[in-house]
């Protein structure tokens, strides 16, 4: 989300940041997704209250956050990001919308939430490369919590960090470790997905675990224009519907009672955009 010691309001952060908050305080959006790269590039507590908070603080109490590996948490490097969504970092005692409600959260335990009709469940993708056996009983953890959510009729979406279903950069490709998660969300037929990581945006058609097309696959969103430098694509996997790397911004999500959802990007620089809707099963 933020570069390095960056405080400019006039930066794509700084805009983001300022865009988003006022969309929370008028009451347009009810609840921020935070999907993870806090802050460039290894912060401890002082980075995130001297650089990130100073931007993006006001969307803290709404906020619900996934960590990343590397530059949020590498288990016996940088392990802040979960003090600081709590309120334990000196100079910031704010705590981050799920922190208020659940308490101290350590940065890989999963978790999930109801928003209305819709249960969103949120993993951390850095369990793959830092704790197998973690990552495993994740796996286990997702598939119950998200078959009980169905079993009572709530349509579902998984927020983590770095993507399954994405185009490659010369910095990342897919994250082939995630294949349990995302055969566990098909056979349960998760409605949507949010990653990032790439420094660029991406969605994808419905798609199934098998990487094709079909109305009952998850839609999934790569939402990484937070702020940093962008990137260039370098294939063309033939599940993604849109994409650019011009365009700094934000996405919108209205996720209806019944299923369907609309979705809007909201760019602060740039020119390219994306919108559209999904119906209901």
């Given amino acids: 989300m933020n570069p390095e010691k960056n405080t400019a309001t006039d930066s794509p952060s700084g805009r983001n940041a300022a865009a988003i908050g006022q969309a929370l305080a008028d009451g347009e959006v009810d609840a921020f997704f935070g999907l993870g790269d806090f802050q460039y590039r290894r912060p401890r507590c002082g980075e995130y209250v001297e650089y990130w908070a100073k931007l993006w603080g006001r969307t803290k109490s709404k906020l619900y956050w996934v960590a990343a590996p590397n530059h949020d948490w590498k288990p016996g490097r940088n392990a802040d990001l979960d003090n600081f969504m709590n309120g334990e970092c000196q100079g910031d005692r704010s705590k981050a919308a799920i922190n208020s409600e659940r308490g101290f959260l350590d940065n890989g335990t999963p978790y999930s939430r109801d928003f209305g009709s819709w249960h969103v469940a949120f993993l951390s993708t850095a369990l793959w490369s830092d704790d197998h056996a973690r990552a495993k009983q994740a796996t286990n953890w997702l598939d119950r919590d998200l078959a009980t959510a169905r079993a009572d009729g709530q349509h579902l979406a998984v927020v983590y960090h770095d993507p399954y279903f994405t185009s490659e950069t010369s910095a990342h490709s897919r994250s082939e470790e995630l294949k349990p998660w995302v055969d566990v969300m098909y056979r349960h037929r998760v409605r949507l997905t949010l990653s990032g990581s790439q420094h660029n945006y991406e969605r994808s058609c419905p798609v199934n675990n ?33 994409r650019f790397s011009d365009t700094h911004g934000w996405l919108k999500l209205t996720l209806k009672p019944d299923g369907s959802f609309d979705w809007q990007f909201q760019g602060v620089d740039g020119t390219s955009s994306d919108s559209g809707s999904r119906p209901a099963d």
Avoid: H, K, N, W
């Fill in 210 to 242: 098998a990487d094709e097309c079909g109305d009952d696959g998850m839609t999934a969103f790569q939402v990484s224009t937070g702020g940093v430098p962008l990137r260039p694509f370098t294939s063309e996997p033939s599940y993604i519907a849109e």
